[in-house]
């Protein structure tokens, strides 16, 4: 089974939103359509990077990681090298 950490953003806001789950699909799809109380809010409009994992715990620590940074710089820098990130 495959886990994955991901990356929603609000285009207008420049907003981010991290989080990690075994259906990357269907857990977008929740998330587009206010179905989650926290994106709901946000707004987030579109999946901007995801990695892939075969360990819950690793996506959910990528996760956890991504999250306590402070700024926005590291984020945007690894939507814009996704092909050199992972």
């Given at each position: ?36 109380r ?9 999946l ?15 996760e ?23």
């Open positions: 089974m495959s886990y994955y950490m991901y990356i929603l953003k609000n285009e207008q806001k420049d907003r981010f939103y991290i989080g990690s789950t075994n259906n990357l699909r269907r857990r977008l799809k929740e998330h587009l359509q206010g179905k989650t926290t994106t709901k809010v946000l707004k987030t409009d579109k901007v990077y995801f990695e892939e994992y075969n360990v819950e715990a690793e996506a959910r620590n990528r956890k990681k991504l999250k306590s940074y402070k700024s926005k710089k590291y984020i945007k820098w690894l939507i814009n090298n996704k092909s050199t990130a992972q």
